[in-house]
């Protein structure tokens, strides 16, 4: 059995009680699949458990930016900036399909956080900490050459304008491909399955009670060494622990809203002042654009966050301040995420003050617990937890490890040399998908998302052919049924959220096309006709909601 399909889930939780793991993850964001990839290569036995979804939490809702990190120059995190430069060099390498370079706008305003000299000396010395490629380094721009990129711009504030390079990502893909790598490595991933219990022995924890939430089955799992990955849920699982005592979790709510292209067309992705002084992005990606983030304290229920009026209000009011002649408004909207950043507390910083720094607590019950960070980082966040892990371990049981190694290590379907190695199979996939009438548009989705393993996906398409007698419907079915498969996509909202971001990225497709799609994912995942009605329940709120935004004021 595929141990990254979705029929995989309870056989893999009722072995796994036969086992004592090395390793334990509890939470399937970005943080946890590194920490899986890094343990499970060295040699652990590892198992990650995951309450909803890989990436339910904060790494499906993020801005969606391999950042260089030029935002926490304005706080002097020098060695943060370096860190996560590098890191984004490792990344492109190890992910080229899904690390793309974004050439980024930074209009020079009157009134603006940085005139025309610093802006230049802050990119300078951006691109000096962050080791930034010669090729990618900043371009200074007059006024004129700044409102020729964008003329959406408004003329009578633009004084200057520089080009710097981003890499945009789609990071619920981006935790995917990692969790699939550390299978590769042997890992054990579950989806849906909530840790409800921490087990201890002699005050130390040797267990944890595992409810999986689609059958209300429960389980007993036994492991030498514990992680807490669970993002802004890290402060639930250490209270659970009795060690949630000095620092703890400060939420920040981040919200961006999509917003049709033709609605606002940037010529490219942007970096702006917003009226408090606060950046704002608008990004272009394929038929819309999306424009964050907002940063405010958040205190409400951490398992839906939602987006308020007053978010939205502030977004529109700083798009329309830079792009005046556009002139959006709510009815513009068409759909809206809001991820909460699981920061650290510092006592009378506001949250664009909070650094964005990682942070490591050992409990007397030798739970390791991480907080803070950055999607960006993730790997080298997830090597000083292993070593943690490692320490521990050689201690108990006197075994070796294997020092880190994921700085080599090419994500699922990332092994692509050089750009030309990606182009050419490109051509070569585009020549393939003819043949069963799968578009240009479609295949360079597909190679976006799953890199060479888009070509299983082809096949797919391929064995479907024959028995689909509506042939517009195979590419969707192909990537449903691939999603279901091998990426252990068990409830909808797995595949249309976080798989394929349809939900916020095709909304009004997606609704037009649910009723006729539905079934079929039903038929692939072998859902009871009570799981089906009440899975479609679930997916076809999240729908309307966002069609509710609209209502908001
Ligand atoms: P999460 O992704 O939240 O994962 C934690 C997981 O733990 C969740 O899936 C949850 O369901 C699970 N869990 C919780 N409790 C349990 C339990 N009891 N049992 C099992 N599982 C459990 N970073 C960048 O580098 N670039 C950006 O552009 C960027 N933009 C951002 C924009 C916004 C608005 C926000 C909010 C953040 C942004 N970040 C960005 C930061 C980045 O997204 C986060 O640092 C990162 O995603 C955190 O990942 P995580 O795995 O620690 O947490």
Not at 518 to 536: C, G, H, I
């Amino acid at each position: 059995m595929n141990p990254l399909a979705a029929h995989a889930r309870l056989k893999i939780l009722s072995d796994s009680q036969e086992l004592e793991f090395d390793l334990v993850i509890i939470g399937g964001g970005i943080t946890g699949a590194g920490i899986a990839l890094d343990a499970a290569s060295r040699g652990m036995t590892v198992l990650l458990l995951e309450k909803v979804d890989f990436a339910f939490g904060t790494s499906s809702r993020s801005t969606k930016l391999i950042h260089g990190g030029l935002r926490y120059l304005k706080q002097l995190e020098f060695n943060l900036v370096r860190e996560v430069g590098k890191e984004r060099a490792i990344l492109y390498q190890n992910a080229r399909h899904l690390v793309r370079p974004e050439p980024m706008l930074l209009p020079v305003i009157i009134g603006g956080s940085l005139g025309k000299t610093t802006t230049a000396l802050a990119l300078w010395v951006y691109e000096w900490l962050a080791g930034v490629k010669v090729a990618e380094r900043r371009k200074m721009l007059d006024r004129h050459q700044c409102l020729k990129k964008e003329p959406l711009l408004d003329s009578s504030i633009v004084r200057a304008g520089a080009i710097y390079t981003e890499y945009r990502t789609d990071d619920a893909r981006l935790t995917i491909s990692v969790c699939k790598t550390a299978v590769k490595y042997g890992a054990r991933i579950v989806n849906h399955a909530e840790v409800t219990e921490l087990i201890k022995e002699n005050d130390l924890i040797s267990g944890v009670r595992v409810l999986d939430r689609l059958s209300n089955q429960e389980f007993t799992i036994k492991a030498k060494c514990f992680v807490n990955a669970a993002g802004p849920w890290v402060d639930q699982i250490r209270k659970q622990d009795g060690s949630k005592q000095g620092k703890s979790l400060h939420l920040t709510k981040g919200v961006h809203l999509v917003i049709p292209f033709e609605r606002l067309p940037v010529k490219q992705a942007a970096y702006f002042d917003s009226e408090d002084g606060r950046m704002i992005f608008a990004i272009p990606r394929g038929d819309i654009t999306y424009l964050g983030t907002t940063d405010t304290n958040y205190t409400g229920v951490i398992d839906s966050p939602k987006v308020s009026g007053e978010d939205i209000q502030y977004l529109l009011k700083a798009a329309n301040r830079i792009f005046p002649s556009i002139n959006l408004n709510i009815t513009d909207i068409q759909s809206a995420w809001a991820g909460l950043r699981p920061l650290i507390h510092e006592e009378g910083k506001n949250p664009s003050e909070l650094s964005r720094k990682d942070e490591l607590f050992i409990s007397n019950s030798q739970l390791i617990s991480i907080a803070g960070g950055k999607l960006t980082g993730f790997r080298v966040m997830a090597k000083r937890v292993t070593d943690k892990v490692v320490e521990s371990l050689t201690k108990k049981t006197e075994r070796k490890f294997q020092a880190c190694f994921t700085q080599d290590i090419q994500l699922s379907g990332a092994n692509f040399e050089t750009e030309d190695e990606l182009t050419e199979f490109h051509h070569q996939l585009f020549g393939e998908g003819k043949q069963v009438g799968i578009s240009f548009k479609r295949i360079s989705q597909w190679i976006d998302r799953y890199g060479k393993d888009a070509n299983t996906v082809l096949e797919h398409a391929y064995t479907l052919w024959p028995d689909v007698e509506d042939k517009k419907l195979i590419p969707d079915l192909a990537e449903m049924y691939y999603s279901i498969q091998e990426e252990m996509s068990a409830h909808p909202a797995d595949y249309f959220i976080r798989r394929t971001g349809q939900l916020y990225f095709q909304h009004t497709i997606l609704e037009q096309s649910f009723d006729e799609l539905y079934p079929w994912f039903v038929k692939f995942a072998r859902l009871s006709e009570v799981d089906a009605a009440k899975y479609r329940e679930e997916i076809w709120e999240e729908i309307k909601a966002i069609n509710l935004l609209k209502n908001l004021s």
